[in-house]
């Protein structure tokens, strides 16, 4: 059992997980017994790239992750159970109980508040091989796969299907308003989706990209080619000026693995922020390959070559989860995303 104050440090800890356009899309309910449950929020969740949860899957992993690592700070060792009821209720993502075995320790905990997403660039390097060592094993602790890309044609090989990816999203209007509709550009402080100032675009270059957010206009530019500028832009020049570009890969597709991916993805995440590394994520290219993607039929060739291009890239016989830029900055970030008042994720019954 947790005490009430134990609960709450956790539920924080829970929060300040990441997720896929800051949606936090999940739910908790802490029950009698001392279970703690969590769902997937589905009024914020489901849609384009999420459509068969998959986003939702990797941020309630890296939700889970948080909580286990705080309850462990706090002296706790926590039983996680992943979909009790995958039949029945297949948003409820998973079960976790508790017991008092040790005294408070030091962690990751003390970098959960501290993680962010970085969208800089450059970033500083080298990145120390006994670094890039810690970072591989946070992963495979939940059985994933840690590829580094650190040299000028290692990131060769990867670069053109990132660039596909991040260019479709500006193509498919599925896509593109999937990724508009996370961009708040009038409220500086939102407490959900992505203020402008965390997105990096530098001001002289903000009214264009508002004009990039309405679809008539970005269709009649990417006759112009100015997808493919995007993609170059957001994918090969801050990649090529990072020292580490990494790839966490898992052994299947499925929901669990999915999940566990999340939890991977979020303990590396963590090592990174204690080695005092930015990190950037890029999901286009391994979430569309990773089970398909349903847009628009024009689009579906562009998704199996991004597929076949991602099972190349990716270590033999498994799925890329997730790629991320690395490296150091001089500065800390100063644009942070916010997250909603901490009752608006305990679920109702
Ligand atoms: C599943 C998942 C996918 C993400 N995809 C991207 C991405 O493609 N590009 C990007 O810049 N950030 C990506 N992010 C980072 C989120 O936008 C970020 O976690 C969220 O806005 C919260 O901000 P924070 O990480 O600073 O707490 C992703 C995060 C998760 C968990």
């Not at 998973?94 to 040790?102: E, G, I, Q, R, W």
């Not at 962010?116 to 890039?132: A, H, I, W």
């Not at 597929?307 to 690395?326: A, H, I, N, T």
Request: hydrophobic content about 40%; charged content about 25%; overall charge neutral.
């Amino acid at each position: 059992m947790l005490n009430l104050s134990d609960l709450e440090t956790i539920i924080k800890a829970a929060i300040f997980a990441p997720s896929a356009d800051n949606s936090s899309p999940f739910k908790y309910e802490y029950h009698k017994n001392g279970v703690l449950s969590f769902y997937i929020d589905e009024a914020r969740s489901g849609k384009a790239t999420d459509e068969d949860f998959i986003l939702s899957d990797i941020s309630l992993g890296a939700v889970i992750e948080n909580t286990v690592i705080q309850a462990e700070q706090l002296g706790y060792t926590a039983q996680v159970n992943l979909l009790p009821l995958p039949e029945s209720a297949p948003r409820h993502v998973a079960d976790l109980s508790f017991t008092k075995t040790h005294s408070a320790t030091h962690n990751l905990a003390d970098v959960i508040a501290k993680r962010c997403t970085d969208r800089r660039f450059p970033f500083k390097g080298p990145v120390k091989d006994e670094v890039l060592t810690r970072l591989a094993q946070a992963a495979e602790f939940h059985d994933a796969k840690v590829t580094f890309f650190t040299d000028k044609s290692a990131k060769k090989s990867v670069l053109p299907v990132m660039r596909h990816a991040e260019s479709l999203r500006f193509e498919s209007k599925i896509l593109h308003q999937e990724l508009f509709s996370s961009v708040i550009f009038d409220d500086p402080k939102p407490q959900e989706g992505m203020p402008l100032s965390t997105l990096e675009i530098e001001p002289p270059a903000r009214p264009f990209f508002k004009m990039m957010s309405n679809w008539k206009t970005i269709s009649f530019f990417n006759k112009l080619g100015v997808s493919k500028i995007l993609g170059f832009r957001s994918v090969q020049v801050p990649i090529s000026f990072s020292p580490v570009l990494a790839l966490i890969s898992i052994a299947d597709n499925t929901r669990s693995e999915v999940i566990k991916g999340g939890q991977a993805l979020q303990r590396f995440w963590l090592q990174a922020a204690m080695e005092e590394l930015s990190v950037q994520p890029y999901a286009a290219a391994p979430i569309y390959s990773l089970r398909g993607l349903n847009i628009e039929p024009e689009f579906m060739p562009n998704i199996e070559q991004i597929k076949q291009d991602m099972e190349k890239v990716s270590p033999d016989g498994y799925y890329g989860l997730m790629f991320l830029r690395l490296g150091y900055t001089a500065k800390p970030v100063k644009h942070r995303t916010f997250r909603r008042e901490m009752t608006s994720y305990q679920r109702q019954t």
